[in-house]
């Protein structure tokens, strides 16, 4: 909050600071402009070869470069760390540009949130867990209950124990039966949640094996994201799919054991919900399984 508050005090500061450069006039104001921003261009830079050839191009170049540096592979390098002053004169640059106020914003939340050298882990706490068939990326979700049946979970295997960071435990949900929609039961199954602390940037993840049945893995999964409010989640047109692709337990044949970490390349976003749905299974059974769905990023303490 201090750093918040650093940054909102700079700002006022800077309003009054450009009303006077007005006054005495443009060709002043472009070089403070240029003295504050060439360094700090040249280290937000440093690791790309691309030259900025006009200040009109500035704020261009950082917004690309903001996205590059979002991937994974900057963070797993864990060198850069955007100190918060850097974070103040971003918001600047920016601001002196004349860009609107709402990029001036996304622009230093996305500086605080890439503010981390590693991946922090969500631990649900008391996140209501809603178990979800016959739902695919984009659709309505059908919510699920407990039961042994069609469309159920079974009772003791609830979504909560993907979420739960125990092997020994699964959540297992039957889908459709064979017969349903000719596809593999426990397929178009999941469930989605709302984290309750902070909004989250998802990206990486591991999924767990299941306890006993290897052809009830989860060979592919969909992952959507959405800030939505929680009376309109069951609406699929509430989320943006971030992931669809591998669960990373194609090779993983151990039972109760972790995956292979994956990367949710395109998700720059953070989402307050996030919605899981197995897409196919390593073989026919009658339900889809897995122990663990292990969400590493970020958290976004601020999203002003
Ligand atoms: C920004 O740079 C790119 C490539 O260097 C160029 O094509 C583009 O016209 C420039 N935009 C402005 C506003 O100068
Ligand atoms: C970034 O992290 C450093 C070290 O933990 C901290 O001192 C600084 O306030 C942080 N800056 C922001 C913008 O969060
Ligand atoms: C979640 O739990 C793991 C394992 O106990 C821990 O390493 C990690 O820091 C926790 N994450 C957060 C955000 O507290
Ligand atoms: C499952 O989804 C399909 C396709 O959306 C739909 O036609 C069908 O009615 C759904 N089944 C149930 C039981 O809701
Ligand atoms: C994990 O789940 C198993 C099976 O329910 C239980 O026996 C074990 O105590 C749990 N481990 C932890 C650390 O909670
Ligand atoms: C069910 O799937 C099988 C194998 O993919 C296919 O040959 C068959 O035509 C499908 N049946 C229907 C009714 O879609
Ligand atoms: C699977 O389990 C066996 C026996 O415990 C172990 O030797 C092997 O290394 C495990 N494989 C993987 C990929 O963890």
């Not at 039966?177 to 591991?206: Q, V, W």
């Not at 969909?222 to 971030?242: A, F, M, V």
Request: net charge neutral; glycine share 8%.
């Amino acid at each position: 909050m201090g750093v918040l508050g650093g940054v909102e005090k700079t700002e006022s500061d800077h309003l009054t600071a450009q009303r006077l450069r007005v006054k005495v006039g443009v060709a002043v104001g472009l070089l403070i402009v240029v003295v504050i921003v060439t360094p700090t261009i040249v280290v937000l830079l440093r690791k790309k070869s691309s030259t900025i050839t006009g200040l009109m191009n500035i704020t261009e170049s950082l917004m690309t470069t903001e996205a590059a540096i979002t991937t994974s592979s900057f963070i797993e390098k864990e060198t850069n760390v955007v100190t918060s002053l850097e974070s103040a004169t971003i918001k600047n640059i920016v601001t002196s540009n004349g860009m609107t106020t709402n990029a001036a914003k996304s622009i230093t939340s996305t500086s605080i949130a890439k503010n981390v050298t590693a991946l922090q882990i969500f631990n649900r706490t008391n996140e209501i867990v809603y178990a979800i068939w016959n739902t695919t990326a984009g659709s309505n979700s059908l919510p699920s209950s407990a039961g042994g049946g069609e469309g159920e979970y079974w009772p003791s295997e609830p979504p909560e124990a993907a979420l739960d960071g125990n092997l020994s435990t699964e959540y297992t949900n039957h889908g459709c039966a064979d017969e349903c929609f000719n596809i593999t039961s426990g397929m178009y199954t999941g469930f989605y949640f709302t984290i309750k602390s902070a909004p989250f940037r998802l990206m990486k993840f591991c999924m767990g094996t299941n306890v006993r049945h290897v052809k009830r893995d989860p060979m592919t999964i969909t992952i959507e994201g959405s800030n939505n409010d929680q009376s309109e989640l069951p609406l699929g047109k509430s989320w943006t799919l971030i992931y669809s692709g591998s669960s990373g337990l194609t090779e993983s044949l151990n039972r109760s054991s972790h995956g292979t970490t994956q990367t949710v390349a395109t998700n720059v976003a953070s989402f307050r919900s996030y919605r899981l749905i197995v897409t196919s299974t390593r073989g026919k059974h009658n339900s889809a399984s897995y122990s663990e769905f292990v969400m590493m990023g970020q958290y976004l303490n601020n999203t002003n």
